[in-house]
C-alpha cells in the first residue's frame, strides 16, 4: 500500500517540491489534510501539513497534539501562530515550487502561505490530490465498508423505527441514534428525513412535518467511521401507496439498477449518468430526475469524482462512488436510490446491501 | 432590525459595490453565505450570493431553488456552471470594488470570482463580515437561545442517560437523541463524551472506551436550530470521586465564574481570559490550560470573535461567546466547563441554564 503522499506526487504533472495544506476554522477545513496525515481524531484549525516525497509533518496546536501523536504523525506544536508561521517559513526556505490545494484552502490561508513561501512559485495541485484521493486503498475501503455496514443496518429498522404521526425530526434522531450505537462516530452529514411534500426537496432539512398516511417517506443519511462516510438512500410509502407513488419509484429503481449495471472501469460517467436518465426521461418523470447520478464518497460525503454528464470523467478501479437518480414533482413528492459502490475491473461492488425493493411502512 | 446588508455594508471601512459570497462542496461552504441571505435549509454548494446595499440576490442551483424561495431570497436558478458564471459576470458588470470573504472563500473560488469580475478590485471584507455577525439581533438570539434550551434540557438528563459501563459512542449517541427529540436540526458539532483519560484531550472523538467507576465524564454538546448553534460543556465523576478530581473541578469552576463575572460591553477579552486563566495558574494545575477562554458563538460554533489573550477584542453588547476554562492532565483526566453568554450593558446573561455544581453519577 503506497503512502499517501506517494499517491498524491504520483499524480502531478509538474515539479513540485513540498505541498502545503492548511486548515481554517470549522467547517472550513482541508480534508485533504487528514487524508495526507492519517489523523483520524480532531479538528486541527488553523494548524498546517508539509507533505514531501520524503514523508508529511504537521504543525499543530498545543490543543490537537495529542490527536496528531496518536495518529503517528510526525508533528511540531507551536504555541502561537507567529511561531507556526515561523516554523513554516523555515521548512518551505529553498523549496522553488510550492503546492497548495486550492479546492480546500481558504484564500485568506492562501495569503498566510504566500507569505510564508518567500520567492516560490505556488501552484495549484488540487487536482491531482483529488486523483489521489479518489482511488480508495485497502484500509480506506474497509472503512467506508463499514461506515456502510453501519448504514445498512439502521436502514433495515427503519420499517420498525418509523410510524405514522412521527416529524421528520423524529425519524432523523432514531436513524443517527440507531447509527452511533452501532459504532459510527456519528452521521457523515445531516441527517434527511422527510415526509410527503418534503421528499420533493432533495437537500431537504428535517422540520416538524408528521408523517401520514399514504405519504411518501425519504431517508438520505450515513455514518461516519474513522472519518469515512457512507450515503445511502431509501424511500418507503405510508400505510398505502397510490399508483402513481409506485411507478415513481419503479422508473427510478430501474434507473438506478440500470446505472449500476453501466459501471465497469474505463467506462465514462457520462454513460452512466445517461443510463439512468434515459429511464426517467421516457417516463412520465421525463426531465424531473434535476442532479447528476453520483458523485466520490470517502472522507468527505461529496468527494471528488462524479457521475454526471455535466463533469464527465471515466470511472477508474478503486474508485467509491454513489448512484443515487432521483425524480422530485413539486407538490408530490420524490423518490431517490442511493447506493454506494466500488468501481472494478469487470463491474462494480455494491458496499450497501440494505433492501430496496418497493416497501410499505 | 437591520437587514443582514445594511448590518454588512455599515461595517465597511471603504467604498464597495457588491460583495460576492461564494460556496464550494461541502465542508467547505461560507456560512456567511447563510447570514446574508437569510437561507435555512440546504448546502447550496457552488451557489452564489451578490450582496449590495439595495439587497441580496442567490444564484442558486435547481437543486436548492425551493429552500431558497422559502427562505424568501431573491433567487436566479441556473442549470449549468457556465450559465452560473455568465449571470455573475452580467450583474457584476460595471462594478469597480468587489467585496470578498477570503476567510470562508476558498482559493478555488477567488479565482473563480475575479474571473467574472473582469477589470475591477477584489477586496478582501471578512473582517466587516465577521463584525456584523459578530452583534446578533433579536431573531438569532432567539434562536441561539431555542438551541441552548434543547442542550440543557439534554445536559439535565446525563445523570440518568449515562451509567457505568456504558461506552463513550453510546453516551454521544444517548445525547444526539435526546436533541433531536426536543427539536434540534441535529447537533451542531460532533458531540465529544469523554471517558478517563479521554477527557485530557480537549477534542477528543468517542470511542468505544467504556466508562469506569472514578473516572471522569465529560460532554461537549450543542444543538443546532435553524442553523444556529449553542456549545456546552459539563463534566462528572462516575460512582466516586477522588480529592484531587474534587479539587481539578472546584478550579475550573471557580475560573469559569470569574471569567462570567469579568464580561460587560466594553470589557478587553484578554482581561477575562486572565480572570479565568489567573485562578487556574495559582493552583496546582498552573499551565494546564491549554486553550482560549472562549469563541464565538452563532451560525458556526466557531464563529467570529474570541475571549482569548492571544487574540484579543473588545467585548460588546450583543455578542454570544462561550466561557470554558479548562484543565488537562495527560493519563489522569480533564474537566472543562462552558456556557453560552450575550453580552450585556452591565454584564452577561447567561443563555445555558443546566446546572454546573460538582456532580457524581
Redesign the interface.
Given at each position: 500500500m503506497a503512502t499517501k503522499e506517494k499517491r498524491i506526487f504520483s499524480q502531478l504533472k509538474t515539479e513540485i517540491d513540498a505541498i502545503v495544506l492548511t486548515n481554517?476554522?470549522?467547517?472550513?477545513?482541508d480534508?485533504s489534510f487528514f487524508y495526507a496525515t492519517g489523523i483520524?481524531?480532531?479538528?486541527f484549525?488553523d494548524c498546517v501539513a508539509i507533505v514531501t516525497r520524503r514523508g508529511v509533518e504537521v504543525l499543530s496546536s498545543?490543543?490537537?497534539e495529542?490527536?496528531a501523536r496518536l495518529a503517528g504523525a510526525k508533528t511540531t506544536v507551536f504555541q502561537?501562530?507567529k511561531e507556526r508561521d515561523e516554523t513554516l517559513a523555515k521548512r518551505l526556505k529553498g523549496y522553488e515550487r510550492i503546492g497548495?490545494n486550492?479546492?480546500?484552502?481558504?484564500?485568506?490561508?492562501?495569503?498566510f502561505i504566500r507569505k510564508c513561501a518567500k520567492g516560490a512559485r505556488l501552484k495549484?495541485v488540487?487536482e491531482a490530490i483529488g486523483k489521489a484521493r479518489m482511488i480508495k486503498d485497502a484500509q480506506e475501503i474497509s472503512r467506508i465498508k463499514k461506515a456502510c455496514d453501519i448504514t445498512c443496518r439502521t436502514a433495515e429498522e427503519i420499517p420498525e423505527l418509523v410510524r405514522e404521526g412521527q416529524m421528520e425530526?423524529?425519524a432523523?434522531?432514531?436513524l443517527?441514534?440507531r447509527?452511533?450505537?452501532l459504532?459510527?462516530?456519528?452521521?457523515s452529514?445531516?441527517?434527511n428525513a422527510s415526509f410527503g411534500p418534503g421528499t420533493?426537496?432533495?437537500?431537504?432539512?428535517?422540520a416538524?412535518r408528521r408523517l401520514k398516511k399514504g405519504q411518501l417517506a425519504l431517508f438520505d443519511f450515513g455514518a461516519s467511521y474513522k472519518r469515512y462516510a457512507a450515503d445511502l438512500t431509501r424511500t418507503f410509502v405510508c400505510s398505502r401507496a397510490s399508483a402513481k407513488q409506485k411507478e415513481m419509484y419503479d422508473v427510478v429503481l430501474r434507473a438506478q439498477l440500470a446505472a449500476i449495471d453501466a459501471i465497469h472501469d474505463g467506462v465514462r460517467g457520462k454513460k452512466v449518468d445517461q443510463a439512468a436518465r434515459r429511464i426517467i426521461d421516457g417516463s412520465r418523470f421525463k426531465g424531473k430526475f434535476?442532479?447528476s447520478t453520483g458523485h466520490g464518497l470517502g472522507l468527505?460525503?461529496?468527494d471528488p469524482g462524479s457521475i454526471s454528464s455535466?463533469r464527465d470523467m471515466t470511472l477508474r478501479e478503486g474508485m467509491v462512488l454513489t448512484v443515487e437518480p432521483g425524480v422530485y414533482e413539486?407538490n408530490f413528492g420524490g423518490v431517490r436510490i442511493e447506493d454506494d459502490i466500488l468501481v472494478t475491473k469487470k463491474g462494480c461492488r455494491i458496499l450497501t446491501s440494505a433492501p430496496k425493493e418497493f416497501l410499505v411502512i
Open positions: 481554517a476554522s470549522e467547517p472550513n477545513l480534508l483520524v481524531n480532531g479538528l484549525e498545543e490543543l490537537e495529542l490527536s502561537t501562530r497548495i486550492s479546492r480546500e484552502l481558504t484564500h485568506a490561508n492562501y495569503q495549484d488540487s425530526t423524529e432523523a434522531a432514531e443517527n441514534y447509527m452511533m450505537k459504532g459510527a462516530a456519528g452521521p452529514f445531516a441527517t420533493a426537496e432533495p437537500h431537504y432539512v428535517p416538524s434535476i442532479h468527505s460525503v461529496h455535466a413539486r
